[in-house]
């Protein structure tokens, strides 16, 4: 059980007086209009100016040296950033995979030329990455990917397609996870590599996928015969499945996967609250104790990330539970509250309840799906 075992954080009483500076800030900002709430923001609430607005508060790359553009806090401070950046549905999706994973990844793997160059420009919330990994015929079964690029004078010649790419089409760089050597039949997963593919080279084309609210958010991506430069090769040759899988820990277990309905969820304890709705008070506030549990949870990945340990079967276990939490806000909150949700309405909580219902699907399969989850929870513990 070892695996899953972790420290309970407390918070210090600066870390608390953070925490009210950051969300008086973010709702005085909701309050002169500089953004809508919204549930599902991570995905779907894209805005650049929101994006340098919090890069110049120094809340992106928040723990990353300051030699790059971060403010070398610790990873509990910034929790506390994403959570309430999180809580009030702010649109953070334009900067969000660059500083969840992409800046992690150049740290870790990056030459100091890569460094240099992009961490700067991610952290002041003007340069955005996206996730190249899923393909057409390769999701949970990522191994068998296809994308190939082949050695050339000076870099790569890439082709191949990537699917389901969040934030894309609005994007300047995706990391691509590709084959730069054939399949070797005894292990699959050598002879990958990720390459840095700066989006608007040409050979490139991103097709928007609609999603069931109508808007646009993840994308088919093409490549053909695109030229990557060899100095946007990341860590090493032949290494991309143990980089692609180093980062999935960050991928997994932040509060994005436990709080992508929150506004929801808040929403719905204030109405039942004014209707003195007891029977709908008690189901709302078992929600409310499933979240402390999970965020708690959440809170200690975050510290073992910190400091080095390896949380692949804990992140799992937290991404398990979490989107199904998620899922289960608007669940709750459909049976608690005649209502009738729309995107359009213009009341709060049947804005929130249709964005929830929209985008719940995907939230147990985005980062790994249920059953991907379980039987890597179940191997770990297999294992001992
Ligand atoms: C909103 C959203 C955003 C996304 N953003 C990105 C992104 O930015 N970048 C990116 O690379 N990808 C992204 N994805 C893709 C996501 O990672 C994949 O959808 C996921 O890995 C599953 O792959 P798949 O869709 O091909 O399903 P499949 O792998 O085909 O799985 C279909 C079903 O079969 C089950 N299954 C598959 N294999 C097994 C098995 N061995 N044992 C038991 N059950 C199994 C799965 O659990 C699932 O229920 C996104 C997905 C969503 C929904």
Known sequence: MNKLELPVVEFTTEQMEFRKEVRTFLENERAKGTFESKCDSWLSGYDTEFSKKIGSKGWIGMTWPR?????????????????????????????????????????????EKQKQFFLPKITEGSCYFSIGLSEPNSGSDLASISSKAEKTEGGWILNGAKTW??????????????????????????????????????????????????????????FE??????????????????????????????????????????????????????????????????????????????????????????????KDLGTKFEKSIAETARLIISSTPSVHSVKQFEKYLAQSILHSPG??????????????????????
């Open 67 to 111: 030699k790059y553009g971060g403010s070398e806090k610790s990873a509990i401070e910034r929790y506390i950033v994403i959570e309430e950046l999180l809580a009030i549905g702010a649109p953070v999706a334009a900067h969000w995979f660059a500083d969840r994973q992409t800046g992690p990844l150049f740290l870790r793997f990056g030459t």
């Open 165 to 222: 790419t969040s934030g894309a089409q609005h994007s300047h760089y995706m990391v691509v996870l590709c084959r730069t050597s054939p399949k070797d039949t005894n292990n699959r997963h050598d002879g990958m590599s990720q390459l840095i593919v700066d989006l608007k080279s040409p050979g490139v084309s991103i097709r928007p996928i609609q999603f069931l609210t109508g808007e646009e958010h993840f994308n088919e991506v093409f």
């Open 225 to 318: 015969n695109v030229f990557v430069p060899e100095g946007n090769l990341v860590g090493k040759e032949g290494n991309g499945w143990k980089q692609s899988m180093a980062e999935l820990a960050y991928e997994r277990s932040g509060p994005e996967r436990i709080l992508s309905t929150y506004p929801l969820l808040e929403e719905l304890v204030k109405i039942v609250r004014e209707n003195k709705d007891i029977q709908g008070m008690k189901e709302a506030m078992k929600l409310v104790a499933r979240l402390n549990s999970y965020r708690l949870m959440s809170i200690g990945i975050a510290q073992y990330l910190e400091e080095g340990r390896d949380v692949a079967i804990a992140a799992a276990l937290v």
């Open 363 to 384: 939230f147990t399969l985005r980062g790994g799906t249920t059953e991907i989850l379980r039987g890597i929870v179940t191997k770990g513990m297999i294992a001992g």
